[in-house]
Each structure stands twice: as structure tokens, then as C-alpha cells.
């Protein structure tokens, strides 16, 4: 489920970079980073619906903990993506859209680590691991 959830917001990450660098104009620096937030916010409720469904916070502050330290985790995933996206750019010259998906494919084990050890963790009294 992982996969699955991690594609379909890889895909919206794709056509957000492409759109925004191609159509809208911007640097492919700063559309990669807006297009990588975007693809998080995503990932954050469909991970939560379906990959860690049996993990789910029982309060709305544990949902909001939950929220923060997912995009605070991600934030920093997001800058090695971005990174790696210019480095390659810099360096191959190969077009934003690879260069972004050969980062993606560098950074999801990374992703995957830190969501299921650090953030999708059963939250209360008697939270137990789902290993």
C-alpha cells in the first residue's frame, strides 16, 4: 500500500513540476519544492486512510501532533529531494521531470523509515507496534 499511495503522489508531484515549470514559467527550484509539498499533503491523508489504517490517532490533537510531525519529516525529505533534483539537473542536464524522479526513487527509503518508526506509530495508553 505503501507503493501504491507513494505513486499516485509521486504522479501529482510530476504533473504539478511540469506544469508549474513548463506552463506557469517558474525555476524548476522552486516548482519542485511546491510540487514536492503538494505531493505531501496527499500522501499525509492517504497514508493515513489506507497504508497505517490501523494506526490511526484517536484525538484531534493527536491527529494535528501526527500532521505536524509528518510534514516537519517530510519537510526534510522534501529538501533532499530538492537538492538531489538540482544536483542531477546541474550535472546531466537531463530534464527537471527525471532528475525529480530519480530523486523521488533516492529518498523513498528514507520516507518510508521515518512514516511506519516515527509518525504512523499507534498513539494512547496501551499503543502497541504493528510490525
Not at 521531470?97 to 506509530?121: H, K, P, Q, T
Amino acid at each position: 500500500m505503501f507503493s501504491a499511495v507513494g505513486s499516485a503522489g509521486f504522479v501529482i508531484q510530476l504533473i504539478a513540476l511540469m506544469v508549474l515549470t513548463r506552463f506557469v514559467g517558474w525555476h524548476y527550484g522552486i516548482a519542485t519544492f511546491v510540487a514536492v509539498e503538494l505531493a505531501i499533503f496527499n500522501n499525509f491523508f492517504a497514508h493515513s486512510r489506507w497504508t497505517w489504517r490501523d494506526r490511526r490517532p484517536l484525538s484531534r490533537p493527536q491527529w494535528i501532533r501526527r500532521w505536524a510531525i509528518y510534514q516537519t519529516a517530510k519537510s526534510g525529505v522534501a529538501a533532499m529531494n530538492v537538492g538531489l533534483t538540482a544536483a542531477i539537473v546541474t550535472a546531466t542536464r537531463a530534464p527537471v521531470e527525471l532528475a525529480n524522479a530519480c530523486a523521488v526513487v533516492l529518498c523513498s527509503g528514507l520516507g518510508y523509515f521515518v512514516s511506519d518508526r516515527l509518525i504512523f506509530i499507534k498513539d494512547g495508553p496501551s499503543a502497541e507496534r504493528n510490525d
